[in-house]
């Protein structure tokens, strides 16, 4: 076990530059159109009003970019700072030569922090608690490893941070928080087929949701994080050593990615771009993808050197994973990634 103390000092400035127009201080029309525009009589009818003029005094005089005009021309500074106490405390047992048991619980800490997108925006400190229990084991003269555990952590203000389209001519980078938990299984294998073949297998299984969380202005709580369920990986290696000549090698792994379980905020999100994507072209998107890898190689005598060939991806399996939409509100091209 252990205990962990942290001290976070955090300093951020905003500063919202003044009032530019550019092209509006030019740009001229009768106060009388002003005036039919916003329904009230705020300009003399037949008088020539920019365009500047009309938006500092409709907007505010904060102008174009921000709502708060005390803070026009105004370097804004703010400084935080965090204290954290994260302890693990530790738990096994040797229960045979070949066997081990253990349980854990563990604290993890990040820092909190700032949003440049509005001025004074911060977020809150993010922390887990981890709790496992699980076996290793080395069995029949070591031949077979064998090595199980189970999990459940438990977030508060889980900090993930996104590029968003904000509405205007450019994205922006956003740091949102929610309380998520999770509980979960780990499976990992070897098998010592003869001095020269080993086989490996590795799996997991997860069940992510968000406690409490807001995206998009939609409620997704109890809804998935995106987090595919299942993940696992089957790999062999081999290698035989010829006396004088060197070693041939060979590697080969086929994993498995279930699909992503999406929430109604994503869900929202493809929603909105319908208009501009043709789903019936995607419909692997997010779907389950397995892959297979393979290397075969020649080390020669005293491994100082070695050449191999490998292909990643053999058989070209490629499944859309994420739908991106930040240059979908100004471009109409969203994108995908596989």
């Known amino acids: 076990g252990g205990i962990r103390y942290t001290h976070d000092i955090k300093r951020f400035s905003w500063f919202n530059g003044g009032f530019t127009a550019g092209g509006l201080e030019t740009t001229t029309a009768p106060g009388g159109l002003y005036n039919a525009i916003v329904g009230a009589d705020l300009f003399p009818a037949g008088t020539q ?9 409709t907007v505010g005089p904060a102008g174009l970019i921000f709502d708060s005009g005390a803070l026009e021309n105004v370097l804004f500074r703010r400084k935080e700072k965090f204290n954290d106490v994260s302890p693990r405390f530790v738990i096994q047992y040797q229960y045979t030569p ?21 001025i004074n925006s911060f977020f809150s400190p993010e922390n887990v608690w981890n709790y496992e229990a699980g076996m290793k084991s080395e069995l029949f003269d070591r031949r077979v490893r064998f090595n199980a555990s189970g999990y459940y952590f438990k977030y508060k203000n889980r900090q993930s941070i996104s590029l968003e389209d904000t509405g205007g001519s450019l994205p922006q980078y956003i740091t949102r928080s929610g309380d998520s938990e999770a509980y979960g299984v780990d499976i990992e294998t070897q098998f010592v087929v003869t001095r020269d073949l080993t086989l490996s297998a590795v799996a997991g299984a997860i069940n992510s949701k968000w406690s409490t969380r807001i995206e998009r202005g939609i409620d997704i709580s109890s809804q998935p994080t995106g987090e595919p369920r299942f993940r696992g990986v089957l790999s062999g290696h081999f290698d035989h050593e010829i006396e004088g000549v060197g070693t041939p090698f060979a590697d080969a792994s086929w994993s498995y990615t279930s699909r992503i379980l999406v929430n109604d905020a994503v869900r929202d999100s493809d929603a909105e771009i319908a208009g501009v994507v043709d789903f019936s072209k995607l419909e692997k998107l997010r779907s389950a993808r ?20 490998f292909g990643e991806n053999i058989f070209d399996n490629q499944r859309p994973r994420t739908l991106n939409t930040i240059s979908a509100g100004i471009f109409g091209t969203p994108y995908v990634r596989l």
């Not at 890898?293 to 100082?304: C, F, S, T, V, Y």
């Open 49 to 57: 009003i920019s365009a500047a003029d009309f938006f500092r005094a």
């Open 98 to 118: 070949d066997l081990l048991v253990y349980a854990s619980a563990t604290r993890g800490y990040k820092a909190g922090g700032f949003n440049s997108v509005e």
């Open 290 to 309: 397995s892959v297979v890898n393979a290397k075969i190689g020649w080390r020669l005598p005293g491994d100082r050197f070695s050449f191999s060939v």
